[in-house]
């Protein structure tokens, strides 16, 4: 069975400051790894995803995450983070070779405070 | 723009009323999705489907049915709703490949008073 733990439900950061959301996975099987971000009121939408090849990953507005297979991680950071990044950010998983069951972890608020 | 609809946004309901909560997307997927989501928990799958008159339970146990007559349609019934079922309930929907990414509408908060 696999699950995803994020630890920080919440991680408060002022604008123009780095950041880095942590999320680590536990699996007997290689997986496919997900990070999914939820805006105020809205539904998920797909940030950035590991499949294979290079363990950095990078997103369209700025996030990248670095799978560390080692350590079992997949932390999410932006070295400049703006008021409009604030969301539910969601880490999730789904085995090598399954159809389904996409896995997520309880997710973390980034707030950006001015 | 999203291509993942579901109706309605928010519902307020009694105990013992029968809802049906909408869910269509027009990408032609043949997988669909309904999530729960409560806050401070994670995304527990509920109901998914593979294509048109397929459908299992998902992770979470549910009292809830759904219903795959076609493609693009999955909607999720409640026969009684209960307080118990108050929550925020997510369809999403995923071409056949494994690694594809999973399109989510914007949500239906329900609350059964």
């Known amino acids: 069975a696999q699950s995803v733990t994020q630890l920080d439900s919440q991680v408060p950061v002022f604008e123009e400051a780095p950041v880095e959301l942590r999320c680590n996975y536990s699996s007997s099987v290689s997986v496919y790894l997900f990070w999914y971000v939820q805006y105020p009121n809205q539904g998920l939408q797909l940030l950035l995803k590991?499949?294979?090849?290079?363990?950095l990953v990078e997103s369209i507005n700025g996030f990248e995450a670095e799978f560390n297979k080692s350590q079992t991680s997949f932390h999410l950071r932006k070295p400049s983070v703006h008021i409009s990044d604030t969301a539910e950010y969601f880490c999730a998983v789904i085995p090598v070779g399954a159809t389904n069951k996409l896995i997520f972890g309880t997710g973390t608020l980034l707030a950006v405070q001015p | 723009e999203a291509d993942i609809y579901q109706t309605p946004r928010y519902l307020v309901i009694g105990t013992g009323k029968k809802i049906t909560l909408e869910c269509s997307q027009t990408m032609g997927h043949d997988k669909m999705y309904w999530y729960q989501q409560d806050p401070g928990m994670e995304l527990h799958l509920i109901h998914y489907?593979?294509?048109?008159?397929?459908?299992e339970k998902g992770d979470l146990s549910s009292e809830s049915t759904v219903s795959r007559i076609r493609t693009e349609h999955f909607p999720l019934t409640l026969e009684s709703a209960r307080p118990s079922h108050t929550s925020q309930y997510l369809c999403a929907s995923s071409s056949r490949d494994g690694t594809s990414p999973l399109h989510f509408g914007n949500g239906t908060r329900l609350t059964v008073t």
């Open positions: 489907s593979y294509g048109v008159n397929s459908t």
């Open positions: 590991y499949l294979s090849g290079s363990t």
